[in-house]
């Protein structure tokens, strides 16, 4: 099967840092998505990408589908609080989205 | 308009019990789709069901379990005789069509626990 891997699998920083995590896959991705999912709820699309090299943003997140179209990163700026949740890579393009097992962020105030 | 409804939100069960695990789609919605959790884990493919038709079954393990979407009410995940590593989240997750777009709408989930 196709195989996801986020690193870091957790990460522990001080409010108003940035954060940066990634994926990579051993096969090629046509659509790369960006889910991020609080305790206790379903994910939640942040950000699609659909052509290699393509960067995306959306308020303080800013994605890229890697130009080999093997990878992809999503990073953060000044993080809240409130940014706190598993932060997952998806492989998207059909129904059956494959998740990554994600990378759980925690933001101290 | 509400989003896509599941209830229980918390079921616990005894092993050999049967779990039914309810999805409402949000309003227009025809598909759904029910992804499996499991502790530490990213969201594991089960079934994608069209009102009346399941469409594609191939994440569902082949025995114990079935899912349906009638004409009226909501989907049902139907897990039979339950065992321990039947312990996860189940979500659904609904669209209006096929349009191929990526799924935005996931509901809350049911942690399902057996004891």
């Known amino acids: 099967g196709q195989q996801l891997n986020q690193s870091p699998q957790s990460m522990f920083i001080q409010e108003g840092e940035d954060v940066s995590m990634n994926c990579t896959s051993s096969s090629i991705f046509n659509t790369w998505l960006w889910y991020k999912q609080e305790p206790g709820e379903g994910p939640v699309l942040l950000i699609a990408?659909?052509?290699?090299?393509e960067l995306t943003s959306n308020g303080r997140l800013t994605a890229q589908f890697g130009i080999t179209r093997k990878d992809s990163f999503l990073n953060i700026s000044a993080s809240i609080p409130s940014d706190v949740g598993i932060y997952f890579c998806v492989k998207g393009g059909s129904e059956k989205l494959v998740f990554g097992k994600g990378t759980k962020l925690t933001v101290n105030p | 308009n509400a989003g896509v409804m599941q209830n229980p939100r918390h079921l616990v069960r005894r092993r050999g019990q049967e779990a039914r695990l309810r999805c409402s789609p949000m309003k227009g919605h025809s598909h759904v789709y029910w992804y499996r959790q499991l502790p530490e884990e990213g969201l594991k493919f089960m079934v994608y069901l069209q009102k009346e038709n399941i469409i594609d079954e191939s994440g569902m393990p082949k025995e114990r379990f079935s899912a349906e979407f009638p004409k009226e009410g909501p989907s049902i995940l139907r897990i039979q005789q339950v065992v321990r590593g039947d312990s996860a989240a189940y979500f659904c997750a609904s669209s209006p069509g096929a349009s191929g777009g990526p799924l935005r709408f996931f509901g809350p989930g049911t942690r399902l626990t057996v004891l």
């Open positions: 990408l659909y052509k290699a090299g």
